[in-house]
């Protein structure tokens, strides 16, 4: 059974950092990509980043770029979301997944999902 657990949310200024880790386990993961969406109350989710399984190939979220990076550890089986000058509509409950096969936005190909961690921005 794959388990994706996150973890690093909080509490933080606008302006401030934070840095998401989600450790997978149940198999080997080299050859699935790795996501990130978030879900804020009342909103559907949304994309925020993806990377292949190599780590060469990111995508992100017009509303994120240049602020979130992606990455990962093969070797550990965790992937990462570096989110800088966070702002309060960053606030969200922050979802890890992976899929077998390239890098996607839509959510409904992602096959596991992790049980999320809040990112909460003040203002």
């Known amino acids: 059974q794959v388990q994706l657990v996150e973890s690093g949310g909080g509490l933080v200024q606008a302006g401030g950092s934070l840095r998401l880790s989600c450790a997978a386990s149940?198999?080997?993961?080299?050859?699935?990509?790795m996501g990130w969406f978030r879900q804020a109350p009342g909103k559907e989710r949304e994309f925020v980043a993806a990377i292949g399984w190599s780590g060469g190939s990111t995508y992100y979220a017009d509303s994120v770029k240049g602020r979130f990076t992606i990455s990962r550890d093969n070797a550990k089986n965790t992937v990462y979301l570096q989110m800088n000058t966070l702002k309060p509509e960053d606030t969200a409950v922050y979802y890890c997944?992976?899929?077998?096969?390239?890098?996607?936005?839509?959510?409904?190909?992602?096959?596991?999902w992790g049980q999320g961690t809040q990112v909460t921005v003040s203002s």
């Open positions: 149940g198999r080997t993961f080299v050859s699935y990509a």
């Open positions: 997944t992976t899929r077998r096969g390239v890098a996607t936005g839509r959510a409904e190909q992602y096959d596991y």
